[in-house]
């Protein structure tokens, strides 16, 4: 669609940029589009003349969600293991073996079908830019392939051949290491953008963990990891020395891994997903610890068929401020600036002029109303690239 669009009538808008608060929020504000960018924000009183327009009725306006860390390529769920998990079984990250039985039974156009369906799930709630790691195929054909499928749905993907060591290389883990640096990143490099490894007792320990990824940085990808989800343990600290964009979950810090991450040369971001830990049952990340020390913090959903199956921004929003100590601001700020800091991005999670015009009108005249009203369908309208959805 060609031409200039005006989003009109906004009673606020968080731009991220400059405004009143950490929101950089403003009110009464228009937003003029021009080939699918940001081309000019302002008083709705001064707005320029457009070739259509949005009414947004007076309600609030943010940029969309930048959901950071997500597992859309899958075969199958694990709903028998949730519901063992809520009847009091610990989660320990084996099911994981469980979806790479389905994923490589399955056909292309299975897991093909299951992104497509999650990613529309998430755009409907809000979530304009989207990371998709592979992880459960975990043979050369299988990740080069959950690649393959993931770069048709955007740039940001990631390889997680490092998921877990999968059961055919069990008492032979050096190995797998071995493979995974080889062939499978050979195989999966042309169609990512990052490399991530799961950095935990029971996954890969630091030793491997840093292997791996410094394969990953010598065949151009960029660093994120998992760390600190189960246990305390050394991810977040090997993170920040390999100059990560983020290190995720971050349930389980020192004070050392707090300091690391606010260190001013640092920067990695922590990214925070707490739909693992309200769908594993676990106590939640200590984000006011990290703001508080002044740590640039993220939130994503997460989203896989283990751990935490919800694709929704908002969901994650309102568990941050009820359960992690995050206000309102700080969590709308996490799932939109916070999202594109852990992507290494400064096209989305602003609405400045130059940024994509990925925006959502909200069914609330505030921001605060994604926390106040947990559960409730607040999306009205989502523009992606400018063009509404
Ligand atoms: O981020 N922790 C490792 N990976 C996923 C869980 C995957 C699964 O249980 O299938 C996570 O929580
Ligand atoms: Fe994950």
Redesign the pocket.
Request: charged share 5%; aromatic share 6%; proline share 6%.
């Given at each position: 669609m060609s031409g200039s669009l005006l989003v009109d009538n906004i009673g606020e808008l968080v731009t991220n940029g400059v405004g009143e608060g950490p929101l950089g929020i403003r009110r009464d504000a228009a937003v003029l589009v021009e080939d699918g960018r940001v081309a000019w924000v302002g008083a709705a009183a001064y707005a320029p003349a457009a070739d259509r327009r949005v009414d947004a009725g007076g309600a609030a306006v943010l940029p969309g969600f930048v959901d950071s860390h997500a597992?859309l390529v899958f075969a199958g769920d694990r709903a028998a293991e949730f519901a063992a998990r809520m009847a009091g079984q610990p989660y320990t990250?084996g099911?994981?073996r469980t979806?790479v039985g389905a994923t490589r039974a399955a056909s292309d156009d299975e897991l093909r079908a299951t992104v497509l369906r999650l990613r529309g799930e998430a755009l409907r709630q809000g979530t304009t830019t989207m990371e998709i790691k592979s992880g459960y195929g975990l043979t050369v054909a299988d990740e080069a392939r959950s690649l393959r499928i993931a770069a048709e749905f955007g740039t940001e993907t990631t390889f997680l051949g490092a998921?877990v060591v999968p059961a055919e290389y069990a008492d032979r883990p050096d190995d797998y290491v071995g493979l995974v640096c080889g062939p499978m990143l050979a195989a999966a490099a042309p169609h990512a953008k990052w490399i991530d490894v799961?950095c935990e007792r029971g996954a890969f320990d630091v030793d491997h963990a840093r292997a791996i990824l410094a394969c990953g940085q010598a065949a151009g990808l960029g660093v994120r990891l998992?760390a600190n989800?189960l246990g305390p343990g050394p991810g977040v600290q090997l993170g920040v020395e390999l100059g990560a964009a983020s290190v995720d979950?971050c349930t389980h810090l020192s004070d050392a891994d707090v300091d690391a991450l606010a260190d001013a040369h640092t920067t990695t971001v922590a990214t925070l997903?707490p739909g693992?830990e309200f769908s594993t049952r676990s106590p939640y990340p200590d984000a006011r610890r990290l703001l508080d020390a002044g740590v640039t913090v993220a939130l994503a959903t997460?989203c896989?068929?283990?751990?935490?199956y919800t694709s929704s921004m908002p969901f994650c929003i309102a568990l941050a401020v009820r359960e992690m100590r995050m206000t309102p601001a700080e969590a709308v700020r996490a799932a939109t600036a916070g999202g594109a800091r852990a992507l290494r991005r400064d096209d989305v999670g602003v609405l400045t002029p130059g940024a994509r015009a990925d925006l959502v009108v909200l069914d609330a005249p505030s921001h605060l109303h994604l926390a106040y009203r947990p559960g409730v369908p607040l999306i009205r309208k989502v523009l992606l690239n400018g063009v509404p959805q």
């Open positions: 597992h990250g099911g994981i979806t998921h799961f998992h989800q979950h997903l693992a997460d896989n068929p283990g751990s935490s």
